[in-house]
Each structure stands twice: as structure tokens, then as C-alpha cells.
């Protein structure tokens, strides 16, 4: 058994060492080999047993089982690693890679490398505007770029000062994205780091053009808040044009932004999408969910195919099986000859077809006639006063009945005159009075 330390290792893997000596002190033919090595700014343990074949697995998962704590193993060809879990899992809080400087690459670069891109007529008004601001992001990482408005392409090249070999990719990725009708605010953090894009090309996945038409308009949504939704869940940015969408944004957020669109041009509504990752967004945050199997809180949508199978209006009936042939019809001399029309002489058959044909167009000229006077009948007009009830002539008058409903006019003043009568007004009296005057004066 041979042991190997590089590093003081701490109490806690001092005891599975031991351990792992009296074990291998049982299991002979074993050998064990403790390495420790710098990952992340991170010391990690690992202790590896070489196995001379594969007939010594059991010993080894005996061997795991004596080890006490916080550990796993792992297999990686003849190798069998016992990894502390508590260290593996754990990444130090605002831990960022270091950035790439010229310390890392001082000589640059061999070769010159370039990139272009066309871009369309309409775009080239926007350019012309924000093509200085391009030159002097790129001018920062020693990247030299050049718009050609005549053949209507844009160029990114290295130059001698170049000393980032992925800066070029970069600038590539950032003339894409302009060409795209993304607006140069967005595109410029294409340079940084932690951000990468992603070119989706849907106008492919949908045969018909309206079908293709409606599911774009769902990845936007009602004044673009399905898009909104999308973007603060994935922390990226989206931009739907034409035949296209990019993305630009964390890789972890780009990923699920390429699954939202793809199962939307697939017909499955984005707001499925949108439910897990807000579910999933707030399991991230219980650090006990951290490790766990999220399966169970996420929602699981089965699909409904509503589309039926129009049925026909006709629907025909089928008859019932027999053995037997169907009865042969009757030709036209069968039935001739069962009327006996068929000894008749020709003159008179013909005489007879001639009669049905007149009283078929004696039929149609009624008809027709019939269908024209419609026009001149005049509609039936409605009565104007409703007919009264007479009243019924048999049986006696009550008289004390109608003496009744008389006192009971008078008292209601409808009908019958007034009690006491008014006194007369002042301009009949002298119109009586002019009247006599006149009489007088003429006699």
C-alpha cells in the first residue's frame, strides 16, 4: 500500500484516512493512493484505489461502506474516488473566474482571423448612427471593425495588439447581433464575460405560414408582456424579428429561453414554460430544496388533442351481411312486357309518350303560372277595431244591477253631468245681451 500527501490534510480526513488503512490492511491486493488538489480556489479530497482488475469491486464497496461520513463514490475507469460532498458542493460566495489580461497571453497572436456579416437595407440608417460607438468597444479589445455600406456587409479583424483569442468570436457574435435589429445598448455586453447569445431560427419549424404567424405572436404576447415575463424569469435579453429570435444573457438563461421557444413553435403556450420557472425560481432559494429532486412541486401538463374528425353529413348505414346475391333488376323489355306496352304498335306508343309529355308541361306551366299571380295577391290586412262581445240575449235584465252602476257613475263624475252646474261666464251673457239688442232695434 502506498500513501501520498501533499498537503496537511484536515481531522476530518485524517479519520477516513485511518479508516481506509485498517480497510486495505484486511483486503490485500489493494492499493490506495490519497491525492489532494486545487480546484476553484478550493482545497478538494480525493482518495483514488486502483484496482489490478475488475474482479475486486466488492472489496471496494465494502471498503465504501467503512468510510463515515459526508461522502461518495465515484468511478472513473479502473479508479474509485471517495469525494467529500460537504466541499464538492459548496462554491464560495461572489466567486468570479478572474479576467483574461495580456500577462495571460504576452507575444498575441500568430495569424490574423476576420469574421462579416451582411446586414439588410433598413438597418443601414441605424448603423451609420451607432457604427463610432461600435468602433470604440471593439477599439478596447484591440478589435478592428469596418462597415461597407455599398456591398452592405459589416467585417471584424484581429489586429497586431490582439492578445484575447476568443475576443474575435466576440465581435463576431456582436455584428450577428446588430444585423439581427438588436439595438447596440443590448449588443455590447456581448463583450463581457459572463454573457453569451443565441441565434434561434424558427421560420422553418412551421409549414404553414399563418400557423407560423399566430405562434410568434404567443411568444410575444399581448403588448409583448409574455416576452417581458420571459426575460425577467431568464434574466436575458429577446428579440423576435422576422425569421429569427435572439437571445442574449447568462448560458443558464439562454438554455430555458431556446426550450420556451422551440416548444412554442411546437404548439405548447409559453405560459407552461413561464409557471415552472417561476416555480423553480423560488425552490432555488430554500437552501434545503437546493440539492433535492424537484420533480414533485413542478406542474405536469398532459396534452389535449381537442381536434376532432368532422363527420360527414350523410352518414351511410350499413346493411347486414348475407350470403346471398342482391335480386337482378329488371331490364326495360321485362317491364314492357309485364304492362303490355310491348305488343303495342309504335304509332301508339309514340302517341302515348306524347301525351305524358304534355301533361307533364301542362304541370310546370300551373306551377309557374301559380308562383307569378303571388306577386299581384294582396296581403291580409288586419282589422281595425276589435270585434265587441255581444251580450248575451238570453236570461232576464237585473235592472237593480244597472240602477247601481248609474249612482256609482254619477258619484265618479265620468260620464254622467254635474251636480250642481256652474254659473255662467261674463262673455256669454253679453252675447245674450247683443243678441236682443239687435232683435229690438229691428222690430
Not at 443590448?186 to 405562434?215: H, N, P, W, Y
Not at 429577446?238 to 404548439?267: C, F, H, I, W
Not at 353529413?313 to 312486357?337: G, I, N, R
Amino acid at each position: 500500500m502506498r500513501l501520498s500527501d501533499s498537503s496537511d490534510p484536515s481531522p476530518v480526513k485524517k479519520s477516513i484516512v485511518s479508516q481506509l488503512y485498517t480497510a486495505a490492511a484486511r483486503h490485500a491486493g489493494l492499493t490506495v493512493l490519497l491525492a489532494w488538489r486545487l480546484s476553484h480556489c478550493k482545497q478538494i479530497g480525493l482518495l483514488a484505489i486502483t484496482l489490478p482488475g475488475f474482479r475486486h469491486v466488492s472489496k471496494v464497496c465494502r471498503l465504501s461502506r467503512l468510510i463515515q461520513g459526508n461522502t461518495s463514490m465515484m468511478r472513473i475507469s479502473n479508479f474509485y474516488y471517495f469525494v467529500d460532498e460537504s466541499e464538492l458542493l459548496t462554491v464560495p460566495d461572489g466567486w468570479k473566474e478572474p479576467p483574461f489580461t495580456k500577462e495571460d497571453n504576452p507575444r498575441g497572436l500568430l495569424e490574423e482571423s476576420s469574421f462579416a456579416t451582411l446586414f439588410p437595407k433598413y438597418r443601414e440608417a441605424y448603423l451609420k448612427e451607432c457604427w463610432p460607438l461600435v468602433e470604440k468597444a471593439l477599439g478596447e479589445v484591440h478589435i478592428k471593425p469596418s462597415l461597407d455600406l455599398i456591398e452592405g456587409s459589416m467585417t471584424v479583424c484581429t489586429t497586431k495588439k490582439t492578445f484575447d483569442p476568443y475576443a474575435i468570436v466576440r465581435a463576431r457574435d456582436l455584428i450577428k447581433l446588430l444585423a439581427r435589429s438588436v439595438p447596440f445598448e443590448q449588443a455590447v455586453r456581448i463583450l463581457q464575460d459572463d454573457t453569451a447569445c443565441d441565434i434561434i431560427k424558427i421560420g422553418t419549424m412551421v409549414r404553414s405560414r399563418e400557423r407560423f404567424v399566430k405562434r410568434r405572436q404567443r411568444l410575444i404576447g399581448p403588448k409583448g408582456s409574455t416576452l417581458k415575463a420571459l426575460e425577467l424569469l431568464t434574466n436575458c435579453y429577446v428579440m423576435v424579428q422576422g425569421n429569427t429570435v435572439s437571445a442574449l444573457g447568462p448560458y443558464s438563461g439562454l438554455k430555458e429561453v431556446r426550450k420556451v421557444v422551440l416548444d412554442t413553435m411546437k404548439n405548447i403556450h409559453p405560459i407552461y414554460n413561464i409557471k415552472t420557472l417561476m416555480i423553480k425560481r423560488e425552490l432555488s432559494k430554500d437552501p434545503e430544496l437546493r440539492m433535492q429532486n424537484w420533480e414533485r412541486f413542478l406542474p405536469k401538463f398532459r396534452h389535449k388533442n381537442l381536434a376532432k374528425r368532422k363527420e360527414p353529413k350523410k352518414k351511410s348505414v350499413k346493411k347486414e351481411y348475407t350470403p346471398f346475391p342482391p335480386p337482378q333488376p329488371e331490364s326495360k323489355v321485362d317491364q314492357e312486357l309485364a304492362t303490355g306496352e310491348f305488343f303495342l304498335r309504335e304509332s301508339v306508343k309514340k302517341r302515348k309518350k306524347m301525351e305524358e309529355i304534355k301533361v307533364k308541361q301542362a304541370t310546370a306551366l300551373t306551377k309557374k303560372q301559380e308562383e307569378r299571380n303571388k306577386a299581384f295577391i294582396p296581403p291580409k290586412e288586419k282589422p281595425l277595431m276589435k270585434k265587441t262581445a255581444k251580450a248575451p240575449r238570453e236570461g232576464k235584465l237585473d235592472i237593480e244591477a244597472i240602477k247601481d252602476k248609474v249612482k256609482k257613475a254619477k258619484t265618479k263624475k265620468l260620464g254622467a253631468p254635474p251636480l250642481n252646474p256652474a254659473p255662467p261666464t261674463s262673455s256669454t251673457t253679453d252675447k245674450k245681451k247683443k243678441k236682443s239688442d239687435k232683435a229690438k232695434s229691428k222690430g
